[in-house]
C-alpha cells in the first residue's frame, strides 16, 4: 500500500468515523451489537474491524447502511448535523471513496491479467484458453469453490468465516488416497458424497490444501465449460479437477457427454486429481440400474462413479468427534455444538436453523410475499425442478401461497421488494435464494435463482405431503427452466393424481425438445383405452428421435398379448441402431425368427458398448452350461458398469462353491452402487460364514453409508434393499442372541429415526392382532415422512368403517405423491354406491387445485361407470391398427421387485422416474 492510495484514504476515514463514534456518541444505541443489527453485518467484531481501520467491508450497502445509523443518532442527540461532522456522515462521500477504491484494486487485477498475457506471448503460449482454465490451488479463496461460510466466529480478512477444522475418520481416508496419488504418476477420481450442509466441500478443500497445496485446481462452473476445458485439453499434470455437487453436471442435459469426457480424462497416465462432492440421493439416482431393458439415462454416469474412490461424510458428529472439535475452542463451534441436534454440527455451522426461522416467520406483508417465493422454488425443486429457477417461474407461482387479501394488498413493485427479502443473508452468511454465477466470467446470471441447500432440504422434509394449487402448475407449465425441468415436474403431478396437468407439461416438454415426453403422454392414453391416440403419439416421439419411443410401444402391444402387431415394429426398432433397442429385441425373443437372432442383436449391441446386453450374453452361456465364457462377459460387463453383472457373477461363483469369489462380485456390485447382491449374499453365506454375512447384511441395510436420516426419501427399490439387509441380520439375532432378539434389532433401527422400519414393525404388529401399537408405529413413520405409512393407516380406518379418516388419510397420501391413495380414495366412493365418481377419478385423477377432474380425454368404448376403480388399469388386448376387443383379458397379479438384471415380461418397460 502506497501512501494516499484510495485504499489508505478509506481506511484512515474509517478510522476518523470510529473516533466519532466512541468520542461523540458512546455505546447505548450506537454500540457495536446495535450496529451490527443496523448494518446488516455478521457480527460486532465485524463492525468493531471496519470502525478501527483494519480491516474493508465488502458490501457497499453495508457501509451505508452502518453510515446512515450513526448520522441518525447524531441528529438525534444535536437536533441538526453539526457541520464538521458532514465529511464523515455524507453518504455520498462514502460512496464517492468506495468507487475510489474498487477501482484501484480493478487497475491492480488489470495489471496482472496484462503482465500474464506478454509473458505467454513472449512464449509462444496462446493467450486464448477455456473461461475455467487451471490456476495455482493458493490463488483459491474457500469460497469461490463452493465451502459454505460458518454461522460465527472470528472473521477473516475477507470476512468469510470459517471455523477450525478438526480432521475426521473420513478425512484420514482422503487424505491417504491424495497423498499416495502426490508420490504416483496415475490419475485418481475421488467422489466426496453425503447429505446437504454436512462439510463435504470443506472436507475436500482442506484435503488439497493438506496435501497438494503446489497443484493447480481448475473449477469449470457448468457442464458446457467442463466439455470446453476437456476439449482444449486444458487440464495438465499435478491439476486438480474440482467439481463441487457434481451432480448438477452428470445430471443435466450434457450429463452423458460429460461423464464420458472425464472417463476419457482418467485414462491419461498422469497424475491429475478428479475431485467431485455429491448428495446421497443424486448419486443413488445415477448409480440406480433402469427397470426396463431399453433406455439407461445414466450408463456413461453409473460407469464413471464406478470407478470412483467413495470418501462417505457422515450427517452426524460421533461423540468422541465431538469431544475433540469441542477441545478447540472455536467460537463458531462453540455455538453449533450449543444449537446442534443430533450432532449435525456442520449443517448448524452453516446457518440452517436460522435460516428456517427467517422464512417461516416471514407472514406480515410485505415479508410474506418474499416467503411466497421461497416456498415456490422449494416446491419447484422437491418436485423435479433443477437449481436454476427463474425468476418468471417465481414470481408467476407466488400467488399459490398467499391468501386474497394479500394478493389484493401487493403493490406493483411487490416482485422486486418480495425478491430483496428472499436474498437477504440470513446471519450474514446464506440468502434463501441465491445468485448463479455466470457461465464464465465474473458476475451473476441475470433472472435465475438458487435455492439455498437446507431450504432445500427443509422443503422436501415440511412440506411432502403438500401438493401446491393451480398457480404453480400454470407458472411450472409457462415459466420452467429447461425440457427436462418440465418433464421431472410433469412426473410429479402425474404421481399426485394430476393427469391433466402432467400431460400439459408433457406436451409442453415435447415442444421444447424433450423427445422422451411424447412416450409419456402415450402412456397417460394406453392406460385408459385410448389406443389410437396413444399409438400416435409414440409415433410422434419416434420421428423426433426417441429411439425408446417404439419399444414402449411394442411392449405395451405384448402386455396385452399381441404378438404380431408388436413384430411389425421389428424393422423401425432395429433400424434405430440404439443399442438399447437392439437389447429390447434380443430379450423379447417372441418377435424374432429363431435363437440366431436373438444372439445377432445381442452381439450387436454389445459391440455398440452397451455392458447389459454383455450381461444378458453371459447369462445365455450359463444356462447353455459355458460357466468360463458366462464369466468372462459378466466381468467385461462390470467393467462397463452394469452392476447386474455383478449379482450374475457372484451367483456363478457360489453355486460353484467359492465363498470369496462371491463375496469379492458382490463387493463389486455395492462399487457400482447396487446394494442388493450383498444383501442376497449375505443371506446365503451367514450359515458358512457368519462374520462375513453379518458384514455384508450390514451393507446393505446402511446402503453404503446413508443412515436413518434420509430413510424417508428412499425409493421402494432402495427401502426393499435396505430391508434385505436388516431381515438377514434379524434373523440371525434370532438364532445367536435367542427369541425376541431380531425384533429388538428392528426397534433399535426404528428408533434411531427410521420410519420405514417403523411401518414394517408396525404390519408384523397388525400380522399378530396388535391394532393398537401398529397404529401408532403407522402414525410415527408418517409424521417421519413415509408416505405409504399414510395408506396404510386409511386402509385401516377403511376397513374399521372410519371412511372420513381414512377419506383424510388416502388424500393426503394423494398430495404426497403416493399413487396407490388415489384408488383407495376411489374404492371408498365405489363402496359407498358411486362407482361412475370413482371411475372418473381414476380415469380423470383431479385438477390442479385437488378437486375430481372435468373430463380432459376423447370419448372412448369403456363403461367407466360400470367399471368403477378399475376403469385404468394397464391390461388390455389389443389390436395393432383396429379397436380393442370387447373383452379385455382379467388383471395380471402384482409381482414383488425382480432383482437387478432381471426383465419383467408382464409390465411394459417403463422410463425410470430419474430419466
Known amino acids: 500500500m502506497t501512501n494516499g492510495s484510495a485504499a489508505e484514504v478509506f481506511l484512515t476515514r474509517l478510522r476518523r468515523l470510529g473516533e466519532l463514534r466512541r468520542a461523540e456518541l458512546g455505546d447505548g444505541r450506537t454500540s457495536l451489537a446495535v450496529l451490527a443489527k443496523a448494518a446488516g453485518a455478521g457480527s460486532r ?66 495489471d496482472a491479467v496484462r503482465s500474464e498475457l506478454v509473458t505467454r506471448a513472449l512464449e509462444g503460449r496462446s ?97 458446457d465449460s467442463l466439455l470446453d476445458l476437456l476439449a482444449a485439453d486444458g487440464l495438465g499434470p499435478r491439476t486438480v479437477l474440482w467439481l463441487d455437487e457434481g451432480q448438477e453436471h452428470l445430471l443435466g442435459e450434457r450429463g452423458e457427454s460429460v461423464a464420458a469426457g472425464l472417463r476419457r480424462l482418467l485414462e491419461r497416465p498422469v497424475p491429475l486429481l478428479v475431485l467431485m462432492t455429491m ?40 461423540g468422541e468427534e465431538e469431544r475433540r472439535v469441542r477441545a478447540t475452542g472455536d467460537r463458531a463451534v462453540s455455538t453449533a455444538l450449543r444449537s446442534s441436534r443430533d450432532g449435525a454440527l456442520t449443517q448448524t455451522l452453516a446457518a440452517g436453523p436460522a435460516l428456517v426461522g427467517f422464512y417461516e416467520s416471514a407472514d406480515a406483508r410485505p415479508d410474506c410475499y418474499g416467503k411466497a417465493l421461497v416456498t415456490a422454488a422449494m416446491d419447484a425443486r422437491r418436485l423435479g425442478h433443477g437449481p436454476e429457477l427463474p425468476d418468471s417461474l417465481l414470481e408467476s407461482a407466488a400467488p399459490a401461497y398467499l391468501d386474497e387479501d394479500r394478493r389484493a ?169 440404439s443399442p438399447k433397442a437392439l437389447l429390447f429385441l434380443a430379450e423379447w425373443g417372441e418377435l424374432l425368427d429363431g435363437e440366431g437372432e436373438v444372439e445377432r442383436l445381442a452381439r450387436a449391441a454389445a459391440d455398440l458398448g452397451d455392458a447389459e446386453a454383455l450381461t444378458f450374453l453371459g447369462r445365455r452361456r450359463m444356462l447353455g452350461g459355458d460357466e468360463g465364457e458366462a464369466e468372462r462377459l459378466f466381468r467385461r460387463a462390470m467393467s462397463g458398469g452394469d452392476p447386474a453383472a455383478a449379482f450374475e457373477l457372484a451367483r456363478l461363483r457360489l ?79 434370532e438364532d445367536t442372541q435367542g427369541p ?48 405409504r405409512a399414510l395408506v396404510s393407516l386409511a386402509h385401516f380406518h377403511r376397513s374399521t368403517g372410519n371412511l372420513t379418516e381414512a377419506e383424510r388419510l388416502y388424500r393426503t397420501g394423494i398430495d404426497a405423491g403416493e399413487s396407490s391413495a388415489l384408488r383407495g380414495l ?45 376403469a385404468v388399469d394397464g391390461w388390455f388386448t389389443v389390436r395393432l391398427g383396429e379397436p380393442p376387443d370387447p373383452e379385455p383379458p382379467p388383471k395380471s397379479p402384482q409381482q414383488p421387485p425382480a432383482p437387478p438384471g432381471s426383465t419383467p415380461r408382464s409390465t411394459a418397460p417403463r422410463r425410470p422416474a430419474s430419466s
Open 409 to 577: 394488498g401487493a403493490g406493483p413493485d411487490w416482485f422486486a421488494g418480495a425478491l430483496r427479502h428472499a436474498r437477504t443473508k440470513v446471519m450474514g452468511v446464506v440468502a434463501p435464494l441465491g445468485d448463479l454465477a455466470a457461465p464464465s466470467g465474473m458476475g451473476a446470471r441475470p433472472g435465475v435463482r438458487r435455492l439455498a441447500d437446507y431450504l432445500d432440504h427443509h422443503g422436501r422434509t415440511a412440506r411432502s405431503y403438500v401438493c401446491p394449487g393451480a398457480a404453480f402448475w400454470d407458472a411450472a407449465q409457462r415459466h420452467a427452466g429447461r425440457a427436462s425441468d418440465l418433464s421431472r415436474l410433469a412426473r410429479s403431478a402425474r404421481a399426485r393424481g394430476r393427469y391433466a396437468v402432467a400431460d400439459a407439461l408433457f406436451a409442453r416438454a415435447a415442444e421444447r425438445g424433450d423427445a422422451s415426453a411424447w412416450s409419456e403422454r402415450a402412456y397417460l392414453r394406453w392406460d385408459r383405452g385410448c389406443f389410437e391416440e396413444a399409438a400416435r403419439l409414440w409415433w410422434a416421439g419416434h420421428d423426433a428421435g426417441d429411439t425408446y419411443a417404439l419399444p414402449e410401444f411394442a411392449s405395451s402391444l405384448l402386455e396385452g398379448g399381441e404378438v404380431a402387431g408388436a413384430r411389425r415394429l421389428v424393422p423401425r426398432i432395429e433400424a434405430t441402431g
Open 45 to 110: 467484531e465485524t463492525v468493531r474491524q471496519w470502525l478501527s481501520g483494519s480491516r474493508v467491508p465488502q458490501d457497499p450497502g453495508q457501509l451505508l447502511r452502518l453510515v446512515a445509523a450513526l448520522r441518525e443518532e447524531t441528529v438525534r442527540r444535536h437536533g441538526e448535523l453539526p457541520y464538521e461532522w458532514w465529511p464523515l456522515l455524507d453518504s455520498d462521500e462514502w460512496e464517492r471513496l468506495y468507487a475510489d477504491l474498487a477501482r484501484e484494486r480493478n487497475r491492480a487485477t488489470g
Open 279 to 318: 448428495w446421497h440421493r443424486h448419486h443413488g439416482i445415477l448409480v440406480a440400474r433402469s427397470d426396463d431393458p431399453v433406455r439407461d439415462p445414466h450408463a456413461q454416469a453409473r460407469a464413471l462413479l464406478g470407478q470412483a474412490t467413495e470418501v462417505l461424510v457422515p450427517v452426524s458428529f460421533s
Open 655 to 733: 453355486s460353484a462353491g467359492d465363498v470369496p469369489g462371491a463375496v469379492a462380485a458382490a463387493e463389486r456390485a455395492a462399487g457400482l452402487g447396487d446394494y442388493f447382491t450383498p444383501g442376497i449374499m449375505a443371506q446365503l453365506i451367514i450359515g458358512m460364514n457368519p462374520a462375513e454375512g453379518r458384514r455384508m447384511a450390514r451393507q446393505a441395510a446402511d446402503m453404503g453409508g446413508v443412515g436413518p436420516s434420509p430413510a424417508a426419501q428412499l425409493t421402494p427399490w432402495e427401502n426393499t434393499v435396505r430391508q434385505q439387509g436388516l431381515a438377514v441380520l434379524a434373523d440371525d439375532a
Open 826 to 870: 376411489a374404492a371408498i366412493w365405489e363402496e359407498a354406491g358411486d362407482p361412475a365418481r370413482a371411475g372418473s377419478l381414476v380415469y380423470h385423477g383431479l385438477d390442479a387445485d385437488g378437486a375430481p377432474a372435468r373430463p380432459w380425454l376423447p370419448a372412448t368404448d369403456r363403461d367407466i361407470a360400470a367399471l368403477g376403480s378399475d
Open 127 to 223: 493467450t486464448t484458453e477455456p473461461a475455467d482454465s487451471p490456476r495455482p490451488f493458493g490463488d483459491w479463496h474457500p469460497r469461490s469453490l463452493g465451502v459454505h461460510p460458518s454461522i460465527s466466529g472470528a472473521p477473516g480478512p475477507s470476512g468469510f468465516v470459517l471455523p477450525e477444522y478438526v480432521p475426521r475418520d473420513h478425512d484420514r481416508r482422503l487424505r491417504g488416497c491424495l497423498e499416495r496419488l502426490a508420490a504416483g504418476q496415475e490419475p485418481c477420481f475421488v467422489l466426496v458424497r453425503g447429505e446437504s450442509c454436512t462439510g463435504k466441500t470443506r472436507t475436500a478443500y482442506e484435503a488439497v490444501r493438506h496435501c497438494l497445496p503446489d497443484w493447480r485446481l481448475a473449477f469449470p462452473k457448468d457442464a
Open 740 to 787: 425376541g432378539a431380531g425384533e429388538a434389532l428392528l426397534r433399535a433401527v426404528a428408533e434411531e429415526g427410521d420410519p420405514h422400519v417403523m411401518a414394517w414393525l408396525a404390519s408384523r404388529a397388525m400380522e399378530v392382532g396388535d391394532q393398537a401399537r401398529a397404529v401408532a408405529l403407522y402414525e410415527r413413520a408418517a409424521a417421519g415422512g413415509y408416505a
